[in-house]
């Protein structure tokens, strides 16, 4: 898959794109925070910020301010882990893992002053 | 320069003339970087121009940057930080931070300091973040979504680990791993081995690793795992551990997640498994790095880089018809020694048109750059050609 530049612009306009990738209305917002919260161990919220769970973690990424936050991506990333972030797949069922990536899908990206700088 | 980052550039310029304007009436001044985000403050030293921001602890180097360089300089280099990086305070008197040694007969700890008079030796390494070429894929994996640039060649000073072995009288009998540990703060709540960056690699790394505390000359960055950097060559970035605080002789693997299922190549939608092969030794690999997307006809240089991964890479060879047809492409400059990776060059006579440009490399063991790479789940280790080629116009 060589580059393009039409590869290259959908990039960077997607980098920009901080919108929810999953309409909230089809989502257990309220199940999802929970697991978000509680439920996860340990908890996304020790790692993450996240405005809509009042997560101020500042070990992992902000969520309100990554790129490319597609469901696929986040069910991958909580399945499976990403560096060391554990793979969740050994402490959550499949439907808890379900939800609460579409939570986060549904969500994330609602702080209008996050810029993906923490630090 | 070449074009792709002409592109950017415009972009950039965009976001410079608003900070320009920020500037004029008295608001605090940011960097940008190719992608229009700011540069972390940890990371502000760095050339803008040439890095793209992905998250506060991933920024990549262009493609374009890289050029026929031998030696990534420090302001280049990628970031991977799976921890956010301590605090700035630890690399105020280096010389003093401590590293606890085990599993010898003569365990010990010891400083910066006096491990500069046990022994020095300055090698030359690529570090390549495992997931380097992960936009390549296309799985949906989740992690940054690097294309060539975490990847950068570096000159490295540190004590051998075997003259530490040496001096404190030889690894204790049935240590079979070699167990680093960072000294990253984990936060209240989390049992260490959650998330601790701990990594453990064959024993027999012992004879090749250093603990470094020196890149291209300067003091490590802190960002760059300063005041000391556990170094194995051909070995994937992860297994380079930040900050060492802890070198272990041991019997089994970390418990660390990072170890025990982190950095596990497995098929697309299969679970970690501590059984699964760990992202060590890194594979032949070659990109080019010039041009990347516009060229005028007439004489064009075309360059890229080439590395053998654990072996020496014996030769790089060019295609500017997409794998047609292969010429071997001569290197430039001195070779750095094995771990190191080589600059090529070929002045071409492009006619107008849009070619395929790919190049393939071979290493001294005779492993010939594949034509693709599988996926798998956590998208590591593309080294495939074909999706590493580029398209160029030539008007």
Known sequence: MPNSVASLAAAIFLSFAAIPAVAEADVDLEAGRAIFNETAEPSCAICHSLVDAEAEGEVGPNLDAMEGLDLDRIRAAVAGGVGVMPAFDEVLSEEEIETVSAYVAAVAGKDANATGISN | MTQLPGLKRRHFLVGAAGVSGAAMVGLPTVTLAQDGTPLPDY???????????HSPETLETVRGAIGTGIVTPNDEVYIRNNLPAPDESIVADRDAWEVTFEGLAEPMSLTVGQLKTVGVETIATVLQCSGNGRKFFEHEASGSQWETGAAGCIIWSGVPVRDLVSMMGGVTEGMNWLTGTGGEEIPDGLPPETIQVERSVPVDMMETAILAWEMNGEPIPLAHGGPLRLVIPGYYGVNNVKYLKRLAFTAEESPAKIQQTGYRIRPVGESADPSQPSMYEMSVKSWITGPLMDAATGKVQIHGVAMGGTSAVEKVELSLDGGETWAEAPFVGPDLGPYAWRPFVVIADL??????????????????????FPPNERAYGHN???AHAVDVTVS
Do not use: C, F
């Not at chain 2, 990371?43 to 921001?53: Q, S």
């Open chain 2, 43 to 53: 990371v502000a030293w760095k050339d803008a121009d040439a890095m793209i921001v």
């Open chain 2, 351 to 372: 006619e107008a048109g849009t070619h395929t440009l790919a190049s393939r490399a071979m290493n001294a063991t005779g492993d010939v750059q594949p034509e693709d």
């Open chain 2, 384 to 386: 495939g050609w074909r």
